[in-house]
């Protein structure tokens, strides 16, 4: 089999092994980018000459004896994760020309590990979208249809894996940005619970939401993933200072005796029935595994979608406030005046997307309407936490679809934003809980990826990631995904 | 019939915390250094960057609090205030908000005039962050300086209504607040280079009113007089606005120390809408039972309380007491000089005319003077063991605050130790009294008092080195003898 083709785990043996080598594999991997990715459209920044230097140091390590997870594997990163002397563009015009001179955490992670960095892939303008169509730059296809969108936001990232650009990269999940398109595409995308992966570096779109995490070709490439990016970061006071497991340990096919709850409002209106049943049956695959399955009730679910809009907006109305063409980036309008060069910077700088988030958080934070607004979603999302806490006290973990639909076509949806946002309904109410979500695929529907998501409690990523093993060892379908049709 | 105006004045104090680094990231805090030298990713608010509070500064705002006699609360919440300029490089400055949220509210500040005590209340205590500081040049360029953002800015606002209600209750507050940050050690006080700012707000009504007039904020007040007369002037013009029949505007006003006048820098006709949220990025601050107790261990004896002290257990006169507790610097001075055995009146009489003198002339802090309490113990020694006179210790302490060297090494050397040889002083006397028959006829027809000019000669004949009150002595009785 090709190299590209390969999971990280098995290129890890061979690479461990001295089979293959760094330099040959990272070169297999940009042949095929050189090949796909024109019709993919994965990458915004391909960095093959950094990707050959690094796969060389790799190699060194390599033959010094060396053994890390990441060594000599190559990885994309989705280009709103600060990647020092890489131009970092968050898919927008506003930082069309930055280039940051710092390295996010994970970043740094990654490189200490000897990681090989191929480029940095495409995503929504600011990570706000759910199709990578907002990106200010290109529109990248679903390799299983190439008329389709890979999701988003972080689609380039599962598209890349889909397409074998990269074998594992990272993504960021404010509300479904990685689960979402990674059910897209068929790949393992988990979003960790929130405070357990640094976001330092991560350019933020809604901090108390946001989150990074891998998307990958295997519930254990996934782990392996996980715990190179864990831990507490002295530099980002939200992250919470846990124990980092190794997660490749805790995969067992096992799941006799868990309790899996089925929360009733993810299988409600507007769940495509074909969904439905594809992930009914990925449950049921479980139950005669030994576990037990229990219909449960989550009433604030429904919800999230609403308490997530007003919230994420807000907060982007002032994360996005530096965007002013005073220190770096976009400068439009230097003769206006400084008031008049920042309107007119904004004005340019931003997409549609972005400037409808900015306005309706700026108003949800204005006076007279705050609590009307903000502060009613706040409450919103405690008692939501409330519901979660209740429901953990009965079940392991919740299941459901990753998203209501497979894979849209491409503009489908741009024209009928309520639909667009009806697409992370499933997702959001995880982030606004702050908990582990992973999606793994769980079958095709005329012909395209459905995804099966795997929530669990607070930092018990390690039982999350069991079950979703446990699931893709019984559901046999790893052939099938590793080759997407629309790349045949 | 005129009206009798009563003002009311609010006072917005914001301190520039003592701390190494700033609030958010490592950067140091230092004045005056080259333009954008002090600055890294996090404090120019680049993509991706987050804040980390500096517990220090948490800390001295709490000290602060406890000063100042505020509840301290359970939680610290930081929010942000979102606006837009190029000196604020988030969009939004980190800050706090509200009346649960700041880490001190509800306290007071005792203030002295006239011999009375008056309580200043304090409505709260809380940190920021400080923005940049931006220039223009010429026209249509402007540039921005980041040192100065980032660092740990303390606002501590007067309770409303006002209990301040004249300039020098005003300058009071300012004097006794100024005095507690340095004792605290949180803040240099330095107005003049931009640490300690004050923004008082004003107001006048009618004596008998029950409201409150239209009031307006001033700017640009860069030392205690500037905010004596601002406030003074703009207290004058908004009574003769109200005499001549018209309204005041509320504004905020800029102050002319040259001119000095105040004059309209914009009108606040609708509130900015600073759309403050909680700060996602910082988890609130826990501020713990035993955190508060080990803080309040750490707080000094207060300038009032220092004051009462002097009075009480030295003796020392209002005026003595106030001028020594004005800066901690001094009261630690003669504190360490009433340690060493020095009289406290005497050292207070030392400190507050021939050493506050010198360090005027030469512009030097108590705290970098040679000439130390020990120096200072040793001068008062010599004299009080007769080893030197009042006169040569005044030349002694010029040289010993310009040199360093203690007094006792100097006198033993220059063998500038008062004769104490009987003989010596007798024959000195005889000489000036053979000398100078026209004083000694003068003296003897009755008119003693010309004995202070024999005294004066012997003086000079000995350089000073001897005991005046000896030399008349021994006068009197060589003069018995002729």
Same mark, same amino acid.
């Given at each position: 089999?090709?190299?590209?083709?390969?999971?990280?785990?098995?290129?890890?043996?061979?690479?461990?092994?001295? $089979?293959?080598?760094?330099? !040959?594999?990272?070169?297999?991997?940009?042949?095929?980018?050189?090949?796909?990715?024109?019709?993919?459209?994965?990458?915004?920044?391909?960095?093959?000459?950094?990707?050959?230097?690094?796969?060389?140091?790799?190699?060194?390590?390599?033959?010094?004896?060396?053994?890390?997870?990441?060594?000599?594997?190559?990885?994309?990163?989705?280009?709103?994760?600060?990647?020092?002397?890489?131009?970092?563009?968050?898919?927008?015009?506003?930082?069309?020309?930055?280039?940051?001179?710092?390295?996010?955490?994970?970043?740094?992670?990654?490189?200490?590990?000897?990681?090989?960095?191929?480029?940095?892939?495409?995503?929504?303008?600011?990570?706000?979208?759910?199709?990578?169509?907002?990106?200010?730059?290109?529109?990248?296809?679903?390799?299983?249809?190439?008329?389709?969108?890979?999701?988003?936001?972080?689609?380039?990232?599962?598209?890349?894996?889909?397409?074998?650009?990269?074998?594992?990269?990272?993504?960021?999940?404010?509300?479904?940005?990685?689960?979402?398109?990674?059910?897209?595409?068929?790949?393992?995308?988990?979003?960790?619970?929130? %405070?357990?992966?640094?976001?330092?570096?991560?350019?933020?779109?809604?901090?108390?939401?946001?989150?990074?995490?891998?998307?990958?070709?295997?519930?254990?490439?996934?782990?392996?993933?996980?715990?190179? =990016?864990?831990?507490?970061?002295?530099?980002?006071?939200?992250?919470?200072?846990?124990?980092?497991?190794?997660?490749?340990?805790?995969?067992?096919?096992?799941?006799?005796?868990?309790?899996?709850?089925?929360?009733?409002?993810?299988?409600?209106?507007?769940?495509?029935?074909?969904?439905?049943? *594809?992930?009914?049956?990925?449950?049921?695959?479980?139950?005669?595994?030994?576990?037990?399955?229990?219909?449960?009730?989550?009433?604030?679910? !429904?919800?999230?979608?609403?308490?997530?809009?007003?919230?994420?907006?807000?907060?982007?109305?002032?994360?996005?406030?530096?965007?002013?063409?005073?220190?770096?980036?976009?400068?439009?309008?230097?003769?206006?005046?400084?008031?008049?060069?920042?309107?007119?910077?904004?004005?340019?700088?931003?997409?549609?997307?972005?400037?409808?988030?900015?306005?309706?958080?700026?108003?949800?934070?204005?006076?007279?309407?705050?609590?009307?607004?903000?502060?009613?979603?706040?409450?919103?999302?405690?008692?939501?936490?409330?519901?979660?806490?209740?429901?953990?006290?009965?079940?392991?973990?919740?299941?459901?679809?990753?998203?209501?639909?497979?894979?849209?076509?491409?503009?489908?949806?741009?024209?009928?934003?309520?639909?667009?946002?009806?697409?992370?309904?499933?997702? =959001?109410?995880?982030?606004?809980?702050?908990?582990?979500?992973?999606?793994?695929?769980?079958?095709?529907?005329?012909?395209?990826?459905?995804?099966?998501?795997?929530?669990?409690?607070?930092?018990?990523? +390690?039982?999350?990631?069991?079950?979703?093993? +446990?699931?893709?060892?019984?559901?046999?379908?790893?052939?099938?995904?590793? @080759?997407?049709?629309?790349?045949? | 019939?005129?009206?009798?105006?009563?003002?009311?004045? &609010?006072?917005?104090?914001?301190?520039?915390?003592?701390?190494?680094?700033?609030?958010?990231?490592?950067?140091?805090?230092?004045?005056?250094?080259?333009?954008?030298?002090?600055?890294?990713?996090?404090?120019?608010?680049?993509?991706?960057?987050?804040?980390?509070?500096?517990?220090?500064?948490?800390?001295?705002?709490?000290?602060?609090?406890?000063?100042?006699?505020?509840?301290?609360?359970?939680?610290?919440?930081?929010?942000?205030?979102?606006?837009?300029?190029?000196?604020?490089?988030?969009?939004?400055?980190?800050?706090?908000?509200?009346?649960?949220?700041?880490?001190?509210?509800?306290?007071?500040?005792?203030?002295?005039?006239?011999?009375?005590?008056?309580?200043?209340?304090?409505?709260?205590?809380?940190?920021?962050?400080?923005?940049?500081?931006?220039?223009?040049?010429?026209?249509?360029?402007?540039?921005?300086?980041?040192? *100065?953002?980032?660092?740990?800015?303390?606002?501590?606002?007067? $309770?409303?209504?006002?209990?301040? @209600?004249?300039?020098?209750?005003?300058?009071?507050?300012?004097?006794?607040?100024?005095?507690?940050?340095?004792?605290?050690?949180?803040?240099?006080?330095?107005?003049?280079?931009?640490?300690?700012?004050?923004?008082?707000?004003?107001?006048?009504?009618?004596?008998?009113?029950?409201?409150?007039?239209?009031?307006?904020?001033?700017?640009?007040?860069?030392?205690?007089?500037?905010?004596?007369?601002?406030?003074?002037?703009?207290?004058?013009?908004?009574?003769?606005?109200?005499?001549?029949? %018209?309204?005041?505007?509320?504004?905020?006003?800029?102050?002319?120390?040259?001119?000095?006048?105040?004059?309209?820098?914009?009108?606040?006709?609708? !509130?900015?809408?600073?759309?403050?949220?909680?700060?996602?990025? =910082?988890?609130?601050?826990?501020?713990? !039972?035993?955190?508060?107790?080990?803080?309040?261990?750490?707080?000094?004896?207060?300038?009032?309380?220092?004051?009462?002290?002097?009075?009480?257990?030295?003796?020392?006169?209002?005026?003595?007491?106030?001028?020594?507790?004005?800066?901690?610097?001094?009261?630690?001075?003669?504190?360490?000089?009433?340690?060493?055995?020095? $009289?406290?009146?005497?050292?207070?009489?030392?400190?507050?005319?021939?050493?506050?003198?010198?360090?005027?002339?030469?512009?030097?802090?108590?705290?970098?003077?040679?000439?130390?309490?020990?120096?200072?113990?040793?001068?008062?020694?010599? =004299?009080?063991?007769?080893?030197?006179? &009042?006169?040569?210790?005044?030349?002694?302490?010029?040289?010993?605050?310009?040199?360093?060297?203690?007094?006792?090494?100097?006198?033993?050397?220059? %063998?500038?130790?008062?004769?104490?040889?009987?003989?010596?002083?007798?024959?000195?006397?005889?000489?000036?009294?053979?000398?100078?028959?026209?004083?000694?006829?003068?003296?003897?027809?009755?008119?003693?008092?010309?004995?202070?000019?024999?005294?004066?000669?012997?003086?000079?004949?000995?350089?000073?080195?001897?005991?005046?009150?000896?030399?008349?002595?021994?006068?009197? $009785?060589?003069?018995? *003898?002729?």
């Amino acid at each position: 089999m090709e190299l590209h083709l390969k999971t990280l785990s098995e290129l890890r043996t061979l690479l461990d092994r001295g $089979e293959i080598s760094a330099p !040959e594999l990272t070169e297999a991997v940009l042949n095929q980018m050189a090949q796909v990715d024109p019709k993919v459209q994965a990458y915004l920044t391909q960095t093959s000459d950094l990707a050959h230097l690094m796969a060389q140091q790799a190699q060194e390590r390599l033959q010094q004896g060396e053994r890390t997870p990441l060594l000599g594997i190559p990885i994309g990163i989705k280009d709103n994760l600060c990647t020092a002397g890489i131009r970092t563009t968050c898919a927008s015009k506003i930082l069309h020309n930055f280039v940051p001179p710092y390295d996010a955490t994970v970043v740094l992670k990654l490189r200490a590990q000897g990681a090989v960095f191929v480029g940095k892939l495409n995503m929504d303008e600011f990570a706000m979208g759910s199709s990578t169509e907002f990106s200010a730059f290109q529109v990248t296809r679903n390799p299983w249809d190439l008329e389709r969108v890979p999701g988003g936001s972080s689609g380039g990232s599962a598209a890349a894996v889909a397409s074998h650009t990269a074998i594992a990269t990272l993504g960021s999940d404010t509300g479904g940005s990685i689960r979402q398109p990674a059910a897209f595409c068929g790949v393992v995308g988990l979003k960790p619970t929130y %405070g357990r992966v640094s976001r330092y570096g991560l350019i933020a779109y809604a901090s108390s939401l946001d989150q990074i995490g891998p998307l990958t070709k295997t519930v254990e490439d996934c782990a392996i993933m996980l715990s190179a =990016i864990s831990g507490h970061d002295p530099r980002d006071a939200t992250s919470v200072n846990q124990p980092v497991p190794d997660f490749r340990k805790s995969l067992r096919p096992e799941v006799k005796g868990l309790k899996i709850g089925v929360p009733r409002e993810m299988f409600g209106q507007g769940v495509h029935p074909e969904v439905a049943l *594809r992930v009914r049956d990925a449950i049921q695959s479980l139950e005669e595994e030994g576990a037990e399955v229990h219909e449960v009730s989550i009433p604030m679910m !429904e919800q999230g979608l609403a308490i997530y809009y007003i919230l994420a907006p807000a907060e982007c109305s002032s994360n996005l406030a530096r965007y002013d063409g005073v220190r770096y980036g976009l400068r439009v309008g230097a003769e206006k005046g400084h008031i008049g060069m920042m309107e007119a910077t904004r004005a340019e700088g931003f997409g549609d997307e972005v400037i409808q988030r900015i306005i309706i958080g700026t108003y949800a934070l204005s006076s007279g309407y705050y609590d009307a607004f903000y502060l009613k979603a706040q409450k919103g999302r405690t008692l939501l936490r409330q519901e979660f806490d209740r429901v953990f006290q009965q079940v392991d973990v919740l299941m459901g679809p990753t998203a209501p639909t497979p894979a849209f076509r491409i503009g489908e949806l741009v024209g009928d934003p309520l639909a667009m946002k009806l697409s992370d309904v499933l997702t =959001i109410p995880v982030n606004l809980a702050g908990l582990p979500g992973l999606s793994v695929p769980c079958g095709l529907m005329e012909g395209l990826p459905v995804g099966l998501q795997i929530i669990g409690k607070p930092f018990d990523e +390690a039982t999350v990631l069991r079950v979703g093993y +446990a699931y893709e060892q019984k559901a046999g379908l790893l052939e099938q995904l590793r @080759h997407p049709t629309g790349l045949a | 019939m005129s009206t009798h105006y009563r003002p009311s004045i &609010g006072m917005e104090v914001h301190a520039q915390l003592l701390t190494e680094s700033k609030m958010f990231c490592g950067c140091a805090t230092r004045f005056g250094d080259r333009p954008n030298t002090n600055v890294c990713p996090i404090c120019l608010g680049l993509p991706g960057t987050l804040p980390v509070p500096n517990r220090k500064a948490v800390e001295h705002v709490i000290r602060t609090a406890l000063a100042l006699n505020c509840r301290v609360a359970p939680i610290a919440v930081f929010y942000r205030k979102n606006y837009f300029y190029p000196d604020l490089p988030k969009g939004y400055q980190i800050s706090q908000y509200g009346e649960i949220h700041p880490i001190g509210t509800h306290g007071y500040l005792e203030i002295e005039l006239n011999g009375e005590r008056k309580r200043i209340g304090i409505r709260r205590v809380h940190l920021e962050e400080d923005t940049g500081k931006l220039f223009h040049y010429l026209p249509g360029e402007s540039e921005v300086d980041y040192n *100065r953002a980032g660092v740990p800015l303390m606002e501590i606002v007067t $309770e409303f209504p006002p209990d301040i @209600h004249s300039a020098e209750e005003a300058r009071e507050y300012l004097v006794q607040l100024r005095a507690i940050l340095t004792y605290l050690k949180v803040c240099d006080g330095k107005m003049e280079e931009g640490s300690l700012r004050c923004e008082p707000n004003i107001s006048v009504a009618p004596e008998d009113s029950n409201t409150l007039g239209v009031k307006t904020e001033l700017k640009n007040l860069n030392s205690f007089r500037s905010v004596v007369r601002g406030i003074e002037f703009e207290v004058q013009r908004q009574i003769q606005v109200l005499e001549s029949g %018209g309204q005041v505007v509320q504004e905020t006003r800029g102050w002319s120390e040259e001119g000095a006048y105040s004059f309209p820098m914009r009108t606040k006709e609708f !509130e900015q809408d600073y759309r403050y949220f909680p700060e996602p990025d =910082i988890v609130p601050i826990q501020i713990t !039972e035993e955190w508060l107790e080990s803080l309040r261990a750490t707080l000094p004896e207060l300038p009032l309380a220092k004051a009462d002290r002097y009075r009480k257990e030295y003796g020392l006169s209002d005026y003595d007491a106030k001028v020594l507790t004005a800066e901690y610097d001094t009261a630690e001075y003669f504190e360490r000089c009433v340690a060493l055995g020095v $009289e406290p009146k005497t050292a207070c009489n030392w400190i507050t005319v021939e050493l506050q003198a010198r360090l005027n002339e030469t512009n030097l802090p108590i705290s970098q003077s040679r000439l130390t309490p020990a120096h200072l113990a040793d001068l008062v020694a010599l =004299i009080k063991n007769g080893t030197i006179t &009042g006169r040569i210790a005044k030349e002694l302490f010029d040289e010993v605050f310009q040199s360093g060297e203690m007094p006792s090494q100097i006198v033993q050397a220059r %063998g500038m130790v008062q004769i104490s040889d009987e003989e010596a002083l007798r024959v000195a006397a005889r000489q000036v009294i053979a000398e100078n028959p026209d004083t000694v006829e003068k003296y003897k027809g009755g008119k003693t008092s010309v004995i202070g000019f024999l005294v004066g000669q012997v003086m000079r004949a000995t350089q000073g080195r001897a005991n005046p009150q000896r030399v008349q002595e021994l006068l009197r $009785e060589e003069l018995e *003898r002729v």
